[in-house]
């Protein structure tokens, strides 16, 4: 099956600068990166995503870009705001994945005032 | 429209006793999907539904796990004989089909605390 790391598990940053959170997957025939973000006492609420039939993706302050070749997938936030502060998840899914979701272990990121 | 609904959104029950958490999806979404999330840790695929299938099973922990949907609408996990390593956060998310490059949309969960 697909295995998916994430880094780093702890990201703290200054209000206003960008915060990068990487991952990295195994299977070559995975299609689909979403991300996700979890406040306290919530469920994961979908933020971007992107196929692998592009490179990149911007949501105004968002942006996840794909490496295929090297399997790997970034999630950029810049112009960071307090309630950016939250634990955010990165996800694989393909066609040798069934239709299950892999899920990375998370990054708590804490943006300071 | 209204997202996913789960109910109820904390548990607190004695170890040994059974069970059932509520997942209500998305209108119009036919595929449904529950995982674990213990504290602090990520999520933990159980089973997903298409329809009222469920292809694939692996996913659940031990026999005293269930799950089904009727209707093609809403799905209930079951616990059975529970016990102190149960004690998770319950999600479940839906999408408009079980394929590959469809967004999963997540409820709140169900908190269950197992004594």
């Known amino acids: 099956g697909e295995n998916v790391e994430q880094h780093p598990s702890t990201l703290s940053v200054q209000e206003g600068d960008s915060a990068v959170i990487k991952c990295t997957y195994s299977?070559?025939?995975?299609?689909?990166f979403p991300w996700y973000k979890q406040e306290l006492g919530k469920g994961p609420q979908l933020i971007i995503d992107?196929?692998?039939?592009?490179g990149e993706k911007k949501d105004q302050r968002i942006a996840v870009t794909l490496n295929k070749t090297a399997k790997h997938f970034s999630l950029h936030i810049t112009e960071t705001q307090p309630e950016d502060s939250a634990v955010y998840f990165c996800?694989?899914?393909?066609?040798?994945?069934?239709?299950?979701?892999?899920f990375g272990t998370g990054t708590s990121l804490t943006v300071i005032p | 429209g209204a997202g996913v609904s789960q109910s109820p959104s904390n548990k607190v029950t004695e170890k040994g006793k059974d069970v059932e958490l509520r997942c209500d999806p998305i209108?119009?979404?036919?595929?449904l999907y529950w995982y674990r999330q213990s504290l602090g840790q990520g999520l933990e695929f159980l089973i997903y539904?298409?329809?009222?299938?469920?292809?694939?099973k692996s996913g659940l922990p031990s026999d005293r796990f269930s799950a089904e949907r009727t209707g093609g609408s809403v799905s209930t996990l079951t616990i059975q004989r529970t016990q102190q390593e149960d004690s998770a956060v319950y999600l479940c998310?839906?999408?408009?089909?079980?394929?590959?490059?469809?967004?999963?949309?997540f409820g709140d969960g169900t908190r269950l605390s197992i004594l």
């Open positions: 539904f298409q329809g009222n299938s469920a292809p694939d």
């Open positions: 996800a694989a899914i393909g066609l040798n994945t069934g239709n299950q979701f892999y």
């Open positions: 299977d070559s025939a995975s299609n689909y």
């Open positions: 998310a839906s999408s408009l089909k079980a394929v590959s490059n469809q967004p999963q949309h």
């Open positions: 992107i196929r692998s039939n592009v």
């Open positions: 209108s119009g979404h036919t595929a």
